[in-house]
Each structure stands twice: as structure tokens, then as C-alpha cells.
T-cell receptor
Framework: AQTVTQSQPEMSVQEAETVTLSCTYDTSESNYYLFWYKQPPSRQMILVIRQEAYKQQNATENRFSVNFQKAAKSFSLKISDSQLGDTAMYFCAFAVAGNNRKLIWGLGTSLAVNP | ETGVTQSPTHLIKTRGQQVTLRCSSQSGHNTVSWYQQALGQGPQFIFQYYREEENGRGNFPPRFSGLQFPNYSSELNVNALELDDSALYLC????????????FGPGTRLTVT
């Protein structure tokens, strides 16, 4: 069975600082995709960044970057220059390549950015 | 480009009743997935529809059913509602061209009393 674990239920960071959210996953598959989604209080789930398992280069999207360690099955999210608008629940999710694109999710990390 | 929309926003039902939730996919997307997110939890996959056919199902009982229409919009139907069905129901759409990137609607908050 595939699982996603986020070991940090809550985190906080000062505005303009850097924070790293952790995620580990378990799968026997070799071809898969990893995602970080953000869910602000408005509850709309927003895709932050994605990583293809076959790519060695870590994905980056502006202030967001990942540290993908395939052998360790680790996929952490780094947020640089944190902004108040980054306050949200962050979910790590995983999808096995194939016809069914279902996402398997972690329990989330609640991030508070403090002024 | 129109994003994913869901209706209604909130819904209150009584145990034993039936409910239908609706989702309009993003323009150009032919796949719709439904997720249930209980309070304080991550979403759980219910099922997915691709070109009007069910394309995978999670661990949900048959009283959860769905449809996808020719315009790729979708419905989630839940019969014989139980208290544990109270949750946020999320719809996500994706396209063949950019697989695995799912774009979510704002969700429907269902409360069963």
C-alpha cells in the first residue's frame, strides 16, 4: 500500500524567513509523481509544485523548491522569503503513473507565517 | 479560462437522506476526480471519471456513486447519508496533456445531522 507521512502537524515561521516542511512516502512503484498542495482558510486546494520521480533535478517555482531524495523516499518543501499569504495547510500528495491519476495524501502541516 | 466550480457551497442534510453534488471541470479538462476531506484530515480519493466512464475507485461503499456528462461536468451522489459523511467534498479536474496535475474546486461542505 502506498502511504504519505507528514510528521509536522504544525509549524510557524517569521515573515521573510525560510521554512522547510517534511514529507516521506512509501511505494514499491518506480514511476510516480509527487506534489505539494496548499489549502488556505478559503479551503481551495492550490497546486504549489510538482516533481516527477524520473527527474533528478529538484523542482522550483519562484519562492518554493523541493528536496527530492528518491532513495530515502523523502520530498520536503522549502519556502523562502515567507509571506503572510503563505499561511495555510500544506499537503504532500503522491500519484502512481498509470491510467488512474488518483492522489494519495498526507495529513497536512499547518503553517503559520507571523509578522 | 474558467476554473473548476462546485455547487452548492454548503449543504445540510439529515441522516438517511440522499444528496447530489455538482462539479464543472476546467475548460479543456476531460477527467474529474472526487475526494472526501474530513475535518483535520487529508483528502481521500472517492472515484475518478474519464470521458464519462469510471476510471478508478477508492475505498468507499456503493452508496457513493457518480456520473460524468459529455461536457465533462460531473455529479457525486450519496445515498442513505450517515453522520460520518459530514465532510468537505472536493472535485478536481485534469487534462490528458498535463497528466497528474489536478486542479481543485472550492469544495462543498456537507453536514449530516
Amino acid at each position: 500500500a502506498q502511504t504519505v507521512t507528514q510528521s509536522q502537524p504544525e509549524m510557524s515561521v517569521q515573515e521573510a524567513e525560510t521554512v522547510t516542511l517534511s514529507c516521506t512516502y512509501d511505494t514499491s512503484e518506480s514511476n510516480y509523481y509527487l506534489f505539494w498542495y496548499k489549502q488556505p482558510p478559503s479551503r481551495q486546494m492550490i497546486l504549489v509544485i510538482r516533481q516527477e520521480a524520473y527527474k533528478q533535478q529538484n523542482a522550483t517555482e519562484n519562492r518554493f523548491s523541493v528536496n527530492f531524495q528518491k532513495a530515502a523516499k523523502s520530498f520536503s518543501l522549502k519556502i523562502s522569503d515567507s509571506q503572510l499569504g503563505d499561511t495555510a495547510m500544506y499537503f504532500c500528495a503522491f500519484a502512481v503513473a498509470g491510467n488512474n491519476r488518483k492522489l494519495i495524501w498526507g495529513l497536512g502541516t499547518s503553517l503559520a507565517v507571523n509578522p | 479560462e474558467t476554473g473548476v466550480t462546485q455547487s452548492p457551497t454548503h449543504l445540510i442534510k439529515t441522516r438517511g437522506q440522499q444528496v447530489t453534488l455538482r462539479c464543472s471541470s476546467q475548460s479543456g479538462h476531460n477527467t474529474v476526480s472526487w475526494y472526501q476531506q474530513a475535518l483535520g484530515q487529508g483528502p481521500q480519493f472517492i472515484f475518478q471519471y474519464y470521458r464519462e466512464e469510471e476510471n478508478g475507485r477508492g475505498n468507499f461503499p456503493p452508496r457513493f456513486s457518480g456520473l460524468q456528462f459529455p461536457n465533462y461536468s460531473s455529479e457525486l451522489n450519496v445515498n442513505a447519508l450517515e453522520l460520518d459523511d459530514s465532510a468537505l467534498y472536493l472535485c478536481a479536474s485534469s487534462s490528458s496533456g498535463r497528466q497528474y496535475e489536478q486542479y481543485f474546486g472550492p469544495g462543498t461542505r456537507l453536514t449530516v445531522t
